[in-house]
Each structure stands twice: as C-alpha cells, then as structure tokens.
C-alpha cells in the first residue's frame, strides 16, 4: 500500500517552515509554530483544528490548501491522519439510535440525504465493516465533517469533542481516487 504524503507550512500560501509527513501526526506544533496552508502530494488526509485528532475534520486530497481559514475552519491544522485507500467493497450499518438502537440499514454506496433515502432525520451510531466513509452534517455533503474508518460507533453525537451534539445527514465513501 502506498503512503499519502501532505506537506505543512507555518503561514498562509505555502510561505514560512515546512513540515512533511506520510503518516498520522497527532500534534503538528512539535514540529511547527503553527500550520495556516498545507499540500497534499498524493493520498487522503482528515486535518483537524485541535491535537489527537479533535475538533473541527476537514477532508484533504491531492492538491494545494493555500489558507486554512478559507477551507472554512476558524484555527490552524493540528494534527492530522493518513487515510489508507482500500479496495473492495464498502459496507455500513447506519443506525437511528445509539448503541445500535432504531431503525437500521445497511449501506454499500454514497448516500447523499439520509432523510430521503431512509426516512431517517439522524443517524446516532453505526457499524463500519468495509472501508473508509465521511459523515456530514447536512445533506449534500455539506457541512461539517467526520472520518470513520472500520469500527463500531456507537455514539456518534459525542464524538469530534469541540462539535457537541452533531446531526449526520450525508455520507460517501472515500473511494481510491483521491
């Protein structure tokens, strides 16, 4: 499996120190001041506004970030997650409660209004079998966003710290085209 490489820089449009990474950072200011612009070389990366992977997810593929701030986050990049690329089928379980409780479906495609689809204005856990997924808070995929990768959820209002009681409304795979 080939590694995403992202590059980091202190201030906006790729100006002020660098910092290159292949693999997960749970703190970037060990290695800079701060982080206002970033490059993705190749691969998928999940940004976050706060250290060990809390607050605010913005989604980043190939291509240049030149401010953070208008990627619509209101702080810098501190820490970071490589997201590997899988092949093969995808599978989720969405689930209308927490701790697996409501209705439930399974889901192998995009899904881009949860409401129109499942008759389901929320979704508070799920079960992630098969690949890597991005949940949004509105439909669309708009909004804020948060990376799931295989796991159970059992509780998905709480997760992301800083977000508090999020709604999810959207998802889609993160597909091997990034």
Known sequence: MTMGKIIFYEDRNFQGRSYETSSDCPELTSYLSR?????????CFMVYDRSNFQGNQYFVRRGEYGDYQRMGMSDCIRSCRNIPMHSGQFRMRIYERENFGGQMHEMMDDCENMMDRYRMSDCQSCNVMDGHWLMYEQPNYRGRQMYLKPGEY???SNMGGSMGNMRWQSMRRIMDSC
């Open 35 to 43: 982080c206002n612009s970033c490059r993705v070389e190749s691969g």
């Open 154 to 156: 059992r509780n998905l």
